[in-house]
């Protein structure tokens, strides 16, 4: 199965269903945040002649076009390029992780190591990933802006460089926080780069809190089953924390 194809498929469905014990993990739930209804299996259907064409399983379109699944397509692309350069290599999966936050080449060896040593959140792409790549972007961009007077076109005339690195940085942080699966943590991230950088072309200053209050606020508005998520309360509890630290007074 490739990203972006349309099946026809015929398939045995059943209501999800989990174990309630308690301080487990919550089959149910995961599920609902993920948007699956119900579960169940494909039915194995020789194509006899006789049979409609409804009734055997097979691929309609080898690509529906939808902004979701041009993501998925380019993030199983990459995906795929990364193994192919490292066929052999045992840590094929971690640079996966690392460059676009998919996770599933990564042994149950490995994560053990990593939760043992206390450095398997490294594994998943946080908010300090996309906030360096955002600002090497824009660095770039306000350095090449600001040397085009060589080229006679004198182009931070018509616009600070400053508000070009700001829209090169906040649409590198878009791009890649859609390769990396736009998780919780990174979404945090998005949105708090996006809210200064409005601030930044409108020509005021924002707090920090009301910063991270807005980021908070966007994600529980379009993902509101995100509030189930330990990662959520993680991300944002840290940061607060950070910023308090840091910062002091919010």
């Known amino acids: 199965l490739r990203p972006g194809e ?8 059943k209501r999800p269903h989990g174990n309630a014990n308690p301080d487990g993990f919550d089959y149910e739930l995961w ?14 259907r020789p194509a006899a002649a006789s049979a409609p064409a409804s009734a055997v399983n097979r691929r309609l379109d080898a690509f529906v076009w939808t902004p979701w699944h ?6 199983g692309w990459l995906r795929d390029r990364v193994y192919q350069a490292l066929p052999d290599a045992p840590y094929a999966g971690m640079i996966a992780a690392l460059v676009m936050g998919d996770q599933r080449g990564i042994s149950q060896a490995d994560w053990n190591v990593f939760n ?8 998943a792409i ?18 090449l802006w600001r040397r085009s007077f060589f080229t006679g076109a004198q182009l931070p005339l018509r616009l600070p460089a400053q508000k070009v690195a700001v829209i090169v940085g906040m649409l590198v942080a878009l791009l890649y926080v859609l390769l990396a699966g736009f998780g919780v943590p990174a979404q945090r991230t998005l949105y708090m780069l996006v809210v200064v950088g409005i ?5 005021r200053i924002v707090r920090v809190s009301v910063v991270l209050c807005l980021a908070l606020a966007l994600v529980v508005l379009l993902d509101p089953w995100s509030l189930m998520w330990p990662g959520f309360w ?3 509890g840290a940061v607060a924390l950070l910023l308090y630290g840091t910062v002091g007074r919010m």
């Not at 946080?126 to 350095?143: D, K, N, R, V, Y």
Request: glycine letters at 14%; hydrophobic letters at 50%.
């Open 199 to 203: 601030a930044f072309w409108r020509g």
């Open 116 to 123: 043992g040593t206390g450095i398997g959140h490294l594994m």
């Open 70 to 75: 041009v993501i998925d397509t380019a993030r």
């Open 6 to 13: 349309r099946w026809r498929l015929q398939v045995r469905l």
């Open 234 to 236: 993680l991300s944002f």
């Open 126 to 143: 946080s908010g300090l990933h996309i906030t360096m790549l955002a600002a090497l972007c824009g660095g770039l961009a306000s350095w």
């Open 31 to 44: 599920l609902l945040q993920d948007d699956v209804r119900a579960t169940g299996y494909v039915v194995g």
